[in-house]
C-alpha cells in the first residue's frame, strides 16, 4: 500500500484541481458563487439552555414579601464646622510617593487631598 508524503492512504484521497488563475477575471456573479451540498440537517440547532424558535417568551417571577417598608426615624445631623477648603496652590505641595503616570496628589491645608 502507497503512502502519501501526509501519512494517508493515497487510494482514498480524493482528487486535487491544478492549475492557474491566470487569464480569469476577478468579479463573478451572484450565479457563479451558488453553492449546494447533500446532507446535513434541515433548520438551526439549539445549544444547550437555548430556548427553542417557536417557543413563546416568557417572565420569570421572583417571590417577594409583597410588603413596602416603613421608612425610619428622621434623625438630624451635625454640620461640619468649616466646609473644606480644597487645594491651595500656594499651601499644597505634591506628595511625590503618590506620583503616578499622569496624576499628581497633593494634601491640601483643610486635610483633604487632590489628585490632578
Known amino acids: 500500500m502507497a503512502l502519501s508524503a501526509a501519512g494517508s492512504d493515497a487510494a482514498a ?29 434541515k433548520g438551526a440547532l439549539t445549544g444547550r439552555g437555548e430556548v427553542p424558535v417557536g417557543q413563546a417568551d416568557s417572565l420569570t417571577s421572583i417571590p417577594s414579601t409583597g410588603r413596602t417598608p416603613k421608612p425610619g426615624d428622621v434623625q438630624k445631623a451635625a454640620l461640619p464646622a468649616a466646609a473644606p477648603k480644597g487645594f491651595d496652590s500656594k499651601r499644597s505641595k505634591e506628595l511625590k510617593s503618590k506620583r503616578g503616570e499622569r496624576e499628581r496628589t497633593y494634601p491640601n491645608p483643610d486635610g483633604t487631598y487632590t489628585t490632578r
Open 13 to 41: 484521497s480524493p482528487e486535487q484541481s491544478w492549475g492557474s488563475a491566470a487569464g480569469r477575471g476577478h468579479k463573478v456573479s451572484a450565479d457563479a458563487t451558488d453553492a449546494s451540498a447533500k446532507g446535513g440537517r
